[in-house]
């Protein structure tokens, strides 16, 4: 039992800095607002954006990213599981990277591509930031943490 242990504390292990929050903020109200805008924008932003930019079985990638999305953001936001969560966020954005903002390198130059990854960008780095420190003193992951190691 341990090890069980062991791995719920290295999970669920966080700083005691305060100013976490505030990229928790950011980062969770975001990606709540971009998955629910999935299923509200059906041909800007679910199946339709998808299908244009070549998935293949659209309807289910729309859904099940823009439910990541949402479910990720949500516990990213009240700092539960916040490394966990944090996971799924960054290989999305990755894709989004590779589908939708490399390709406008090369047909749209530098400047064009700068403008378009700035925000993906800067939401990339803050969910690294939580990768590596975690939720930070005002989360449930410290709660959680403080009961299972007090």
């Known amino acids: 039992m341990k090890t069980g242990s062991s ?18 903020l950011i980062v969770g109200l975001i990606f709540i607002s971009e998955g629910i805008q999935k299923y509200l924008f059906l041909e800007i932003l679910g199946p339709a954006f998808f299908q244009g930019i070549g998935f293949r079985h659209a309807y289910f ?32 954005m990755i894709t989004a990277f590779i589908t939708t903002k490399l390709p406008l390198l090369t047909t749209k130059g ?21 990768i590596i420190y975690g939720g930070g ?10 009961s299972v190691n007090p």
Request: hydrophobic share 55%; aromatic share 18%.
């Open 137 to 146: 003193k005002w989360s449930f992951d410290s709660r959680v943490l403080k």
């Open 7 to 24: 791995t719920k504390v290295h999970i669920l292990n966080t700083g005691d800095d305060k100013k976490t929050i505030f990229i928790r």
């Open 61 to 92: 990638w729309a859904y099940f990213t823009g439910a990541f999305e949402i479910s990720c953001g949500i516990l990213i936001l009240f700092g539960l599981f916040t490394r966990l969560a944090s996971i799924p966020l960054l290989i999305i």
């Open 110 to 130: 530098f400047w064009t591509f700068a403008h378009e990854y700035n925000i993906d960008f800067s939401l990339t780095i803050l969910l690294i930031l939580l």
